[in-house]
Antibody, heavy 121, light 107 residues
Framework: QLQLQESGPGLVKPSETLSLSCTVS??????????WGWIRQPPGKGLESIGS???????YYNPSLKSRVTISVDTSKNQFSLKLSSVTAADTAVYYC?????????????WGQGTLVTVSS | DIQMTQSPSTLSASVGDRVTITCRAS??????LAWYQQKPGKAPKLLMY???SLESGVPSRFSGSGSGTEFTLTISSLQPDDFATFYC?????????FGQGTKVEIK
């Protein structure tokens, strides 16, 4: 059974860079046809895709976040990561790592449990 | 981006009720639509994909229909475990977008 687990700081200061990692177990991050991505959910609000990446390097970023986002994959560690720069309070959210089926926009069958990141000084 | 609009935003219902949630896309997405259920403090759970295909392990009281721009999720007989928030997601484009959610509350 595939499992995803987020890790990283739960508190980030305004203007700094949010960094999260997602460790994949029970399967290979290099498996074909899947994109590895990040989805966030501000407290009490809906879901927003941040972006995703294929293990070989192809990426998709939400246009509204594109200038601040970097997603990378480390196949040797079976991990992928998110960096979001110049954060503000509006970036406070639960961040989920996810496997998109078949494309960067694919449905998500596997989700991490989510990690709350608060942006505050 | 393709915009997804769900209705209603909140729905009050009783155990045993038949419940229908609607999701509309701003342009045709064929049948590339998924439905998720989310309970407080938990990650969303995939219920339906390709508009009408039931994910493995999901009870048969859930069903989905539609194509193009209009879709529905139906719960034939609402159970206590079904009170949650439901989201649709289009995966027609490389840029996935979600509806704003429908919260199903106890009446």
């Amino acid at each position: 059974q595939l499992q995803l687990q987020e890790s990283g700081p739960g508190l980030v200061k305004p203007s700094e860079t949010l960094s999260l990692s997602c460790t994949v177990s029970g399967g290979s991050i290099s498996s074909s046809s899947n994109y590895w991505g990040w989805i966030r959910q501000p407290p009490g609000k809906g879901l927003e895709s941040i972006g995703s990446m294929y293990y070989s390097g192809s990426t998709y970023y939400n246009p509204s976040l594109k200038s601040r986002v970097t997603i990378s994959v480390d196949t040797s560690k079976n991990q992928f990561s998110l960096k979001l720069s110049s954060v503000t309070a509006a970036d406070t959210a639960v961040y989920y790592c996810a496997r998109h089926e078949g494309s960067s926009g694919g449905m998500v069958q596997y989700w991490g449990q989510g990690t709350l990141v608060t942006v505050s000084s | 981006d393709i915009q997804m609009t769900q209705s209603p935003s909140t729905l009050s219902a009783s155990v045993g009720d038949r419940v229908t949630i609607t999701c509309r896309a701003s342009q045709s997405i064929s049948s590339w639509l998924a439905w998720y259920q989310q309970k407080p403090g938990k990650a969303p759970k995939l219920l339906m994909y390709k508009a009408s295909s039931l994910e493995s392990g999901v009870p048969s009281r859930f069903s989905g229909s539609g194509s193009g721009t209009e879709f529905t999720l139906t719960i034939s007989s609402l159970q206590p475990d079904d009170f949650a928030t439901f989201y649709c997601q289009q995966y027609h484009s490389y840029s996935p977008t979600f509806g704003q959610g429908t919260k199903v509350e106890i009446k």
